[in-house]
């Protein structure tokens, strides 16, 4: 007989409190159910429940293998459930919020792509660079940039890692010369990136085994748009710290020139976030496995 079969039967009988309950439950005869009892019994060598004409009850050993039995089960239960999750499509609505100019230039193509990959998946995507509550505002997934603070019943996982680079336009190098090293940074005019009207982060440079060394530029132009820093860059107004995929494009047409080659670029992760949830939605898994596949081929 089976073994699992047997087990449920088991677990049933043990619920319900009697072989014809189960009989009837499981639309077995009640001989049948009294069968696949006894061949677990034989099979460990132990009586599970005590029988008699009037009443049934559990031994001490047949207490602690029910448990283990529905625990067993529901572990079948779930793995079946996998599996019928990885053969169905994901559908319903996706409400994502991102970062304005990493979610539009980088997310949004991915999870457009998945959308029409998938024709039952609807898509509800927000652009905001301010932090967002993942249960307060409903959404499903959450793409944030930078560090993380631990929040209690939400789940990340790293998505892509951002190389942050300086920049210039051959006009202002042209006229105010070219750094050479970090140190030449703080005689130059810098476009910086804030927010809520004050300075986000310093430009950041790894160095080995150690914390990343802190720069902060002081400078007259302080923009709370990355596509207007790398526009005013261009234009010639100074310095910029940018991520590269968002100024590759000039780079390569000669709109920009990337400063300090020799020097490693920082690395700002990009994270995907969501609720803790005992079994993740398919359509969220999917847009994240989607992002983790295809994102860092657009960082570099």
């Given amino acids: 007989m089976d073994r ?3 087990m449920a039967v088991f677990v049933k009988t043990v619920d319900l409190g009697s072989f014809a309950a189960t ?27 005590n029988r008699t004409t009037r009443r049934q009850s559990l031994t001490d050993f047949g207490r602690a293998y029910y448990e283990r039995c529905r625990m067993v089960l529901a572990e079948a239960e779930a793995a079946d459930a996998l599996a019928a999750d990885q053969l169905s499509e994901p559908r319903g609505k996706l409400r994502v919020i991102m970062p304005v100019h990493f979610g539009r230039r980088c997310v949004a193509p991915i999870l457009l792509e998945l959308a029409q990959r998938y024709p039952a998946l609807e898509l509800d995507l927000s652009f905001s660079d301010p932090i967002a509550d993942l249960a307060e505002d409903g959404c499903d997934l959450a793409i944030r940039t930078g560090n993380l603070e ?59 085994g150690q914390r990343a060394l802190e720069v902060m530029p002081v400078s007259r132009l ?21 991520p590269y995929w968002l100024v590759r494009e000039r ?16 690395l700002y992760d990009a994270y995907a976030l969501w609720l803790q949830t005992p079994q993740l939605p398919l359509k969220v898994r999917l847009a994240v496995d989607a992002l983790a596949a295809a994102l860092p081929r657009l960082m570099t």
């Fill in 222 to 242: 302080r923009l709370d748009d990355l596509a207007a820093i790398a526009d005013a860059a261009a234009a010639g107004m100074g310095l910029a710290w940018l």
């Fill in 150 to 208: 631990d929040r209690a019943g939400v789940m990340a996982r790293r998505v892509a890692r951002q190389r942050m680079v300086v920049c210039a336009s051959p006009s202002y190098l042209e006229m105010h010369g070219l750094p050479r090293q970090i140190g030449d940074l703080g005689s130059h005019q810098t476009i910086i990136y804030r927010r809520s009207g004050r300075v986000v982060q310093p430009w950041l440079f790894p160095r080995d």
């Fill in 251 to 266: 780079i390569q047409a000669g709109a920009l020139v990337v400063l300090l080659p020799e020097q490693p670029g920082f």
């Fill in 4 to 6: 699992l079969t047997s």
């Fill in 23 to 49: 009989a009837a439950a499981l639309d077995l005869s009640g001989p049948m159910v009294g069968k696949h009892v006894r061949f677990l019994e034989e099979r460990l060598g132990v009586r599970l429940i």
